[in-house]
């Protein structure tokens, strides 16, 4: 028994490296060099995902986003296979991960750019295990798909795995498949205690109230908003900040539903991040255009770009 | 012929102006009748709060049992909660109104506190008891105040919209009804000064009291460039500047921003008076597509920490957020976690250079510390724990819990379901002092581009 697994193990092994092989331009050898740490997004991480899930220890989705989930299935399975438990998937890991397990990058990729929900277990049939996410209703079956006849086959191969060690691996099928680029993990990182929705309406905020000011003047908008939440003078939400009736002209003259750029987004990041260039400020003002003579009597600490910032 | 058809053209664009005019006229009205209705919601909101804030005190300084006492008081929290987001929709940014919210936050700080506590081993003490007292007499006149604006609103039928042109336009900034009546609360507030809440009260203000563990001299402002040059990474060929911080601030420090002369690149960077600290730092440029893992970052970060003289400290959290990995460390000493020591890197994904850093946290709170030796063993702060939850990890940790003070834990990575959670059990005292749930990576929204 142990001798015919450690035989499957060569000859799968064997076949992950010929892949590459076969492959066009793209390389799906077993994972890039990185080591992978809690917190990365990519290609890898989804790799990781699914053969962690091929073996049974990841339940969760296959995102592309290396979270609690995935790190817990990666100690099991570093418990399991007598490897150092560290949580990182580094090469010994990567390594005896690639061989214990198989990777069907092109049904992966597939599900993901379609959007589908689906998982990546071992010994199951992948067209049972993918279902169109938004119509919701019908079809737990692929079939016919834009692979056509490569759909149907690899499953087949797929469900002999577990028996017989795959003769060809799936992965070949994929020069066939058309040349979608692989889209983007389907999630994303988020700081604690916010949503993607916050950091929008703040990106929003501060592209409304500084997009002619330096990167720092931008940080230092988002930081004072935050600083308000945080403060017992105001609100205690982000939207109750910004929504709060004359506190932001851009709210007030509706500048704040400009399309903000990549850059405020970031500014708003670092901000929730922890980095306040205003030395905890919750006022600010242009002193140009400040109609308020109140505001001047705050006392003020430093000034960024066109705004004094003050406590 | 020609000119009656000429004068009815002219006659339908007439009436069809006229109409459109209405039309518009109607449909400006209804969105400020809107806007206003918006305002008085929230004004009644408030004002029917702050009575039943008034109620609630008043009931609870009559409860003995501490069995209802406490449930009390988490309602009079909640109920200053709630007033205070009715303050905050209502236009009064601009008008001196800080004092009442604080007062309103103060009101729910304090029944927090005391409605999280064991009051079964931990009753109010006489000085609590008073305070409750007075914060009841006190919230007895915010009522009554704000009573008063109330009726003067509904008897004259005043608009909020009224309000918020005169603080606009500030032409007669003084004449308003409602901005007098709000001005009178706040300075019924005023009067209050400091209410004394007994010592764990203190504590609960937001802790602003500056760096004061730092050591060392005072720099100069030249020293302060010298420093964020180093930082910068620029070497000699950079523009600097330098300026020291406004009157309004509480701790001494540089600003200093550095512009290489050749890439035009900026960094900017805030350093303390005392000592030379780095609080803060930011690069500033374009990020361009992630060449390097975030493995390799977060060494490039350990490397610069331990270059810039940050010692014991252990990487917590790492993530990778588009080209740029974000990484928190925190002090570890002698395998105790501390959290309040902490200190973000920001790594850009494309070259490994360090973007920014961040040590206020790290600042306020790094100084040597007596950490006590653990009286209960993990195994029994375990059993402290809901048994549903799957232990994963253990370890011992320095928080600030949510009286503000710094306690040692036995700190435990558990998951249940599908999430992952971190409890921290006192040491000492077999208190549950936190729970967190951990941050799941939130999925992309399809219509997000």
Redesign the interface.
């Known amino acids: 028994m142990n001798k015919r697994f450690i035989k499957i193990l060569l000859i799968l092994s064997v076949c992950i490296i010929c892949v590459p092989l076969s492959m066009n331009e793209k390389t799906v050898d077993a994972f890039s060099n990185q080591v992978i740490q809690h917190g990365a997004v990519g290609d890898d991480v989804i790799e990781l995902q699914s053969r962690l899930q091929y073996l049974g220890f990841y339940t969760g989705k296959i995102d592309g986003v290396f979270g609690w989930r995935t790190y817990w299935a990666l100690r099991n399975f570093q418990y399991e296979f007598g490897l150092p438990i560290d949580g990182l998937a580094g090469q010994t890991t990567k390594n005896k991960l690639a061989k214990a397990s198989k990777y069907n990058e092109q049904f992966v990729k597939e599900q993901i750019n379609k959007g589908n929900k689906f998982s990546h277990y071992g010994g199951m049939d992948l067209n049972k295990q993918s279902a169109p996410n938004k119509t919701g209703g019908g079809g737990t079956t692929n079939k016919g798909g834009a692979t056509g006849g490569n759909a149907a086959k690899a499953p087949a191969q797929q469900q002999a795995a577990p028996k017989a060690p795959a003769n060809q691996p799936q992965q070949q099928a994929a020069p066939k498949a058309p040349a979608n680029p692989p889209k983007q993990p389907t999630a994303a990182n988020v700081p604690a205690g916010f949503s993607q929705n916050d950091i929008q309406l703040m990106a929003n905020a501060v592209y409304g109230e500084s997009r002619g000011e330096p990167y720092i003047g931008q940080v230092a908008v988002a930081a004072v908003i935050l600083n308000r939440v945080d403060s017992a003078s105001f609100p205690n939400t982000v939207s109750g900040v910004i929504f709060e009736p004359r506190a932001f002209t851009a709210v007030a003259d509706g500048q704040i539903w400009l399309t903000p750029n990549e850059q405020a987004k970031e500014a708003v990041l670092d901000a929730i991040n922890g980095y306040d260039p205003t030395g905890n400020a919750i006022y600010y003002f242009n002193p140009d255009t400040a109609t308020s003579g109140w505001i001047w009597t705050r006392p003020q600490i430093k000034q960024i770009g066109k705004h004094i910032f003050c406590k | 012929m020609i000119r009656g058809i000429l004068i009815g053209v002219l006659a339908l664009g007439v009436a069809g102006t006229a109409f459109w005019g209405y039309q518009e006229h109607r449909e400006k009205n209804a969105i400020l009748i809107n806007a206003e209705n918006n305002?008085q919601r929230a004004f009644h909101d408030l004002t029917y709060q702050v009575d039943l804030l008034n109620d609630k005190i008043g009931t609870t300084l009559a409860m003995n049992s501490r069995t209802s006492l406490s449930p009390a008081l988490a309602e009079v929290w909640k109920i200053t909660?709630e007033a205070?987001?009715d303050?905050?929709?209502?236009?009064?940014?601009?008008l001196?109104f800080?004092k009442t919210?604080?007062f309103?936050?103060?009101i729910g700080d304090f029944s927090y506190q005391t409605a999280i506590r064991d009051l079964e081993k931990e009753p109010l003490s006489d000085k609590e008891y008073a305070a409750l007292k007075e914060l009841y007499g006190q919230s007895a006149d915010i009522q009554k105040e704000l009573r008063n604006v109330q009726h003067t609103v509904l008897n004259n039928n005043l608009r909020w919209m009224d309000v918020?042109l005169a603080?606009?336009t500030?032409e007669q900034p003084n004449d308003n009804t409602i901005i007098d009546g709000f001005k009178t609360v706040e300075k019924t507030v005023d009067g209050y000064g400091e209410t004394d809440f007994g010592p764990t009260f203190v504590n609960m203000k937001?802790q602003?009291d500056g760096y004061k563990y730092l050591e060392g001299k005072d720099i100069t402002k030249n020293e302060a460039k010298k420093i964020a040059l180093k930082y910068s990474g620029f070497g000699n060929n950079a523009n600097t500047q330098v300026?020291e911080?406004?009157?309004?601030?509480?701790?001494g420090?540089f600003?200093v921003?550095v512009q290489d002369k050749k890439t035009k690149q900026?960094a900017?960077m805030?350093i303390t008076k005392k000592g030379g600290y780095p609080i803060?730092f930011?690069l500033?440029r374009e990020v361009k597509d992630?060449k390097?893992?975030?493995?390799?970052a977060?060494n490039k970060a350990v490397k610069f920490l331990k270059d810039n003289d940050f010692e014991n400290l252990d990487l917590f959290?790492?993530?990778?957020?588009d080209k740029?990995?974000?990484f928190t460390f925190v002090t570890n000493e002698d395998g105790v976690r501390i959290y309040p020591d902490?200190i973000?890197v920001?790594v850009a994904l494309d070259n490994g250079n360090i973007i920014?850093f961040?040590a206020?946290?790290y600042l306020r709170s790094h100084h040597t510390r007596d950490i006590p030796k653990p009286t209960i063993t993990a195994a029994e702060a375990r059993k402290e724990i809901n048994p549903n939850v799957k232990i994963?990890d253990e370890g011992l940790a320095i928080i600030v819990n949510d009286l503000n003070e710094e306690v040692l834990c036995h700190e435990f990575y558990g998951?249940l379901g599908?999430?992952?959670y971190r409890i921290y059990i006192n040491a000492e005292t077999k208190v549950e002092e936190k729970i967190?749930k951990?941050?799941?990576?939130?999925?992309?929204?399809?219509d997000?581009v």
């Open positions: 305002y909660s205070h987001s303050v905050g929709q209502l236009p009064l940014t601009l001196p800080n919210e604080e309103l936050a103060k918020e603080l606009a500030e937001k602003d300026t911080n406004g009157k309004g601030s509480d701790v420090f600003s921003s900026e900017n805030d803060w930011i500033s992630a390097i893992s975030l493995n390799d977060s959290e790492s993530s990778q957020y740029m990995g974000v902490a973000t920001k920014g961040s206020e946290e994963m998951t599908d999430d992952t967190e951990l941050q799941n990576a939130e999925p992309i929204f399809e997000v």
